[in-house]
């Protein structure tokens, strides 16, 4: 399974926000759109991306406040990127060592949409649960061998 097969499901909807936005107006449309991540762009690129993690962590910085912070003075300047024909493997495998929720999927400067960790564990339930029907299906319809009745299952 691929990354694109995700985002041919999830759809490709982006939430982005400029470097130079306020914290506080990023939170409020992380919160109005009950969303955990903006992607940041300046100029048509992906400069960045503000997770709660990093509004945590500027708000940790800042003594319990926004502020007047900026976007850019919190968000994660290199964030872990793949591509839409990343193996699924690959990224559950690259999200779980970098302790990462989210990741944007770029092929070449296009921005093609953001998966979050739960994006891949519901399409791994879901490949897996598919997998188990198919099993059972066959298994359900197994030609018995000569001489022996079949089995009941």
């Known amino acids: ?75 994660d300047a290199q964030p872990l990127t793949c591509t839409s024909e990343t193996d699924l493997d690959d990224v559950r495998r690259i999200m779980l060592e970098r302790h990462a929720r989210y990741m944007p999927i770029m092929d070449e400067r296009m921005l093609m949409g953001v998966i979050s960790f739960y994006d891949v564990a519901k399409a791994v339930v879901d490949s897996q649960d598919f997998e188990n029907k198919m099993l059972k299906a066959y298994i359900r319809d197994w030609p018995a061998q000569e001489g022996t009745s079949p089995t009941p299952v």
């Not at 399974?1 to 939430?15: A, C, E, H, P």
């Not at 982005?16 to 919160?31: F, G, Q, R």
């Not at 500027?58 to 850019?72: A, E, I, R, Y």
């Open 1 to 75: 399974m691929k990354v694109n097969d995700i985002l041919r499901v999830k759809g490709s909807t982006l939430f982005t926000v400029k470097p130079d936005e306020l914290l506080a107006s990023a939170l409020n449309a992380m919160a109005e759109k009950d969303i955990g991540s903006l992607v940041v762009m300046s100029h048509g690129q992906l400069v960045g991306m503000l997770t709660f993690r990093e509004v945590i962590q500027q708000v940790v910085k800042n003594g319990g406040q926004v502020g007047s912070t900026t976007v850019q003075d919190a968000m």
